[in-house]
């Protein structure tokens, strides 16, 4: 099973920094069963996961609404490190929110902010939190080349973002491919990770592309069992021979 390297924390408690991280696949609570969000949570820790997503969505920047700070406040609970995706318009207002629910990491997006966005990230780790960014499918790889350095997250969405279970766009891999040539030429410590259609299937293209953290919603939770879920998607991450 993939872990975290013992050298590499993403929790709050536990931050340092090594340049290279081991592969992680992170569960969406966006395609979890809202009426048994704690359960669902413990039923991917049975199989090692230890870092969850929390896709916030404001039906502006993204036409679909979803969770709000209560709900990283649950997933907390639970024992999780936890990424808040902020799918919205306002993330200089919205992100405090959600590092003082004790988000881990926090991830804007980098159209909905990119006349401030290095002054948001810096604002994002002062409050204690990972600062993260994501680019939409429609935005070329060198238009964000420069987050680089300056992230400690790159997110590519892999599917246009606003709902779950949307189609793998593998034409988004020259992006991942980008982003891990550029991160491994500084020799920073930043994560790459893909978010949107990972499947058996598109988890190990994902992750020889250069990806270590492949966020996973309905391949998961939709699962019948999602803890072997969990257990398979990962196994088929570390398939890839890349990265893990």
Known sequence: MLKYSSTESWSRSGISSVPRFETAVVPSLLAADYARFGECIDAVKAAGC???????????????????????????????????????????????????????????????????VFGLLREIRRLGAKAGVAIKPGTPAKDAAEIVGQADFVLVMTVEPGFGGAKFMPEMLSKVEFFRKAIDKAGVACRIGVDGGITIETAPRAAAAGADCLVAGSAVFGASDPTEAYKALTRSACGSGKRV
């Open 50 to 116: 230890s870092w969850v997503s929390v896709d916030v969505m404001d039906g502006h920047f993204v036409p679909n609404l979803s969770f709000g700070p209560d709900h990283v406040r649950m997933a907390k609970a639970r024992g999780v490190t936890v990424d808040a995706h902020l799918m919205v318009g306002n993330p200089e207002r919205v992100a405090p929110w959600f590092v003082k629910a004790g988000a881990d990491i926090v991830t804007v997006h980098w159209e909905a902010c990119r006349d401030g």
